[in-house]
Nanobody, 121 residues
């Protein structure tokens, strides 16, 4: 059993900053990739940022230069530092991890419960 627990969402004024955290726990053999997605009302879930086991990162064009994803492998935790927030960043943010569990030959995707980020103008 693998769980992802997110924290750090909230309300902030435009131009402000928030830091999201997501900790993976359970029967984990390896974590291949971790990332953040977001879903605004009436819109599809979209990738915000991802980081793979080698440290390579990938960002949505809309957040490049403002958001930074990082990972603490020892803690199985991924972070998303969000700076210069805009009202259009308002969404529920979901943590995602591609994890191989002990005793399983293949990796599976796991999702956090989601955390609300609201940016007011």
């Amino acid at each position: 059993q693998v769980q992802l627990v997110e924290s750090g969402g909230g309300w902030v004024q435009a131009g402000g900053s928030l830091r999201l955290s997501c900790a993976a726990s359970g029967s984990i053999f390896s974590i291949n990739a971790m990332g953040w997605y977001r879903q605004a009302p009436g819109k599809q879930r979209e990738l915000v940022a991802a980081i793979i086991s080698g440290g390579r990162t990938n960002y949505a064009d809309s957040v490049k230069g403002r958001f930074t994803i990082s990972r603490d492998n020892a803690k199985n935790t991924v972070y998303l530092q969000m700076n210069s927030l805009k009202p259009e960043d308002t969404a529920v943010y979901y943590c995602n991890a591609h994890i191989t569990g002990w005793g399983f030959p293949e990796a599976h995707d796991y999702w956090g419960q989601g955390t609300q980020v609201t940016v007011s103008s």
